[in-house]
């Protein structure tokens, strides 16, 4: 088994069937799906256990306490022995020869030992893509050349990461919290791996009205010292100057949420800090009228 088709869910019970359908229909079937349930509190257990018994592939369930998708995908990365891992979240698809396509590129590209993953488009139902294509097919090359600096920040991809990257990097985190930027732990592992970029979209998928990104802001406020680790990700040199400097506005921002004092002493790039402290006191102001 070379794949991992990790799914963190949680209340989704009656979003899950697209999902299995589509990983039924696969063209290949050598894959496992590990189902993480971060706590739900509907059905979702019975109606994983009745996939299970259908499954045409290898099904595990994991029910866990609700603590954010961050620390669901924790607990599933420690499961998973495969050599890749395949993050699809609960009620979105995958086109019929995703996992084929994934073996196919992993055979080429995996005696490299600088690379981390595999990223994929992703489109929406009616069949444009997620964003827009990579400046080039199969191009090696960072998340943060190939993402960020490319400003396409916005746009979810399709990622699949080698498992040993996965359990290096883990998401951080803090007490209380439940929501954390995967992009933090995409930008800590850009300094060291690189990914292969492929313009084959193999993932469907749209945001639930209910889904996380509905409220972002007061998700974030919510988790304050994982949003600052984030920002100061967003800091470093390596990344364009608009994004660094954004990334210190939102750590002064969250840092003061969380009741942090001397953020500037504590920041990791002070020069950049001290930009950001005067505009950072404005959006904090206005932020903290929306809550």
Same mark, same amino acid.
């Given at each position: 088994?070379?794949?991992?088709?990790?799914?963190?869910?949680?209340?989704?019970?009656?979003?899950?069937?697209? +999902?299995?359908?589509?990983?039924?229909?696969?063209?290949?079937?050598?894959?496992?799906?590990?189902?993480?349930?971060?706590?739900?509190?509907?059905?979702?257990?019975?109606?994983?256990?009745?996939?299970?018994?259908?499954?045409?592939?290898?099904?595990?369930?994991?029910?866990?306490?609700?603590?954010?998708?961050?620390?669901?995908?924790?607990?599933?990365?420690?499961?998973?022995?495969?050599?890749?891992?395949f993050i699809v979240d609960s009620d979105d698809?995958? *086109?019929?020869?995703?996992?084929?396509?994934?073996?196919?590129?992993?055979?080429?590209?995996?005696?490299?030992?600088?690379?981390?993953?595999?990223?994929?488009?992703?489109?929406?139902?009616?069949?444009?893509?997620?964003?827009?294509?990579?400046?080039?097919?199969?191009? *090696?090359?960072?998340?943060?050349?190939?993402?960020?600096?490319?400003?396409?920040?916005?746009?979810?991809?399709?990622?699949?990461?080698?498992?040993?990257?996965?359990?290096?990097?883990?998401?951080?985190?803090?007490?209380?919290?439940?929501?954390?930027?995967?992009?933090?732990?995409?930008?800590?592992?850009?300094?060291?791996?690189?990914? *292969?970029?492929?313009?084959?979209?193999?993932?469907?998928?749209?945001?639930?009205?209910?889904?996380?990104?509905?409220?972002?802001?007061?998700?974030?406020?919510?988790?304050?010292?994982?949003?600052?680790?984030?920002?100061?990700?967003?800091?470093?040199?390596? +990344?364009?100057?608009?994004?660094? +400097?954004?990334?210190a506005v939102q750590y002064f921002v969250y840092?003061?949420?969380?009741?942090?004092?001397?953020?500037?002493?504590?920041?990791?790039?002070?020069?950049?800090? *001290?930009?950001?402290?005067?505009?950072?006191?404005?959006?904090?102001?206005?932020?903290?009228?929306?809550?």
């Open positions: 088994m070379i794949v991992t088709v990790l799914t963190p869910t949680f209340n989704r019970g009656g979003s899950l069937n697209n +999902l299995y359908q589509s990983l039924q229909k696969q063209t290949i079937k050598d894959f496992e799906w590990l189902l993480v349930d971060d706590g739900s509190t509907d059905d979702t257990k019975n109606i994983a256990e009745e996939m299970r018994k259908k499954a045409e592939f290898p099904m595990r369930y994991i029910y866990k306490e609700n603590g954010g998708k961050h620390t669901a995908l924790n607990v599933g990365v420690k499961q998973i022995t495969s050599e890749l891992t698809k995958l *086109v019929p020869d995703a996992i084929e396509m994934i073996l196919q590129y992993h055979k080429k590209y995996k005696e490299r030992k600088d690379l981390c993953g595999y990223s994929f488009l992703r489109r929406f139902p009616d069949g444009n893509i997620n964003g827009k294509p990579f400046e080039s097919d199969e191009k *090696v090359g960072t998340y943060i050349e190939c993402r960020i600096n490319a400003d396409d920040t916005q746009a979810d991809k399709a990622e699949v990461f080698y498992t040993r990257c996965l359990k290096e990097f883990p998401f951080p985190e803090y007490r209380n919290e439940k929501f954390l930027g995967e992009d933090l732990v995409w930008i800590r592992m850009a300094m060291k791996y690189q990914m *292969v970029h492929i313009n084959r979209a193999i993932y469907v998928g749209n945001y639930l009205e209910d889904g996380l990104t509905k409220n972002r802001r007061k998700n974030n406020i919510r988790s304050p010292y994982g949003c600052m680790e984030r920002a100061k990700e967003f800091m470093r040199p390596e +990344l364009k100057l608009k994004y660094r +400097l954004k990334g840092g003061k949420f969380a009741g942090e004092k001397q953020l500037i002493a504590k920041a990791p790039y002070k020069g950049l800090a *001290v930009c950001a402290a005067l505009p950072s006191m404005l959006v904090y102001h206005i932020w903290s009228k929306s809550i």
